[in-house]
């Protein structure tokens, strides 16, 4: 495997459901990131771990809930989801906070 | 507030004909300014990052510049292969690696 990979590429849950998203990343880099891509949205980040700390938190409901084991993976967890929440999940990592972040395919979530 | 917004929405060009796509930001202290190429279904694959007013960086048949309100991404004898949406994005100098993105420009190349 190489770059950023993450899985599932598709998931479908409803309402009362518990899912997680996992992001791996295989550049040996310090920061990942998780980002919300909605239609017609600019990509919308939601958090930011360096060396396994979280260093940002977008105000994002606390329905998403972030896990960062290390510094090559990390998880979304998702619980009682609406339906807006229904978007691409991208997460990506970078060597440093202050430079060029490379993304992974994304998650396409739909929330019934 | 941090904001960016990137002009046009769409654009169609004929293959050969160069054009240019604007990002215009404002940011409370640079620290960077990226250009992502996506194509659909995928994540953004990186481009480029400029760090200050003047510096200018190209591959292939795209060339970004800067200046301290805009970039422009200049697209010079496109091919079909370059249609995508180009993403821009800042990075402020107060912030924690945060990226603002603007809504993104959608290229269609036509042979």
């Known amino acids: 495997e190489t770059g950023v990979t993450q899985t599932p590429r598709h998931l479908v849950m409803g309402m009362t459901n518990k899912k997680s998203l996992k992001c791996e990343q295989h550049l040996g880099h310090n920061a990942m990131y998780w980002y919300k891509q909605s239609a017609k949205k600019p990509l919308e980040l939601m958090f930011v771990?360096?060396?396994?700390?979280?260093?940002e938190n977008n105000s994002v409901p606390s329905r998403f809930s972030p896990e960062c084991p290390n510094s090559s993976h990390l998880f979304l967890h998702l619980h009682t989801l609406q339906p807006e929440d229904s978007a691409l999940y991208l997460c990506?990592?970078?060597?440093?906070?202050?430079?060029?972040?490379?993304f992974g395919p994304g998650t396409r979530l739909t929330v019934t | 507030e941090d904001q960016v917004t990137q002009s046009p929405e769409a654009l169609r060009l004929q293959e050969g004909e160069s054009s240019s796509l604007n990002c215009s930001y404002t940011?409370?202290?640079?620290?960077?300014l990226f250009w992502y190429r996506q194509d659909p279904g995928k994540g953004p694959e990186f481009l480029f990052t400029?760090?200050?007013a003047g510096e200018e960086k190209e591959k292939e048949r795209l060339k970004a510049t800067l200046t301290k309100k805009e970039s422009f991404l200049h697209i010079t004898a496109p091919k079909p292969e370059d249609s995508a949406t180009y993403l821009c994005?800042?990075?402020?100098?107060?912030?924690?690696?945060?990226?603002?993105f603007g809504q993104g420009t959608t290229l269609q190349v036509k042979p």
């Open positions: 940011v409370s202290g640079l620290r960077g």
């Open positions: 994005a800042v990075q402020a100098s107060s912030n924690t690696g945060k990226l603002i």
């Open positions: 771990y360096n060396f396994k700390e979280q260093t």
């Open positions: 400029l760090y200050s």
């Open positions: 990506a990592s970078s060597q440093g906070l202050f430079q060029e972040q490379y």
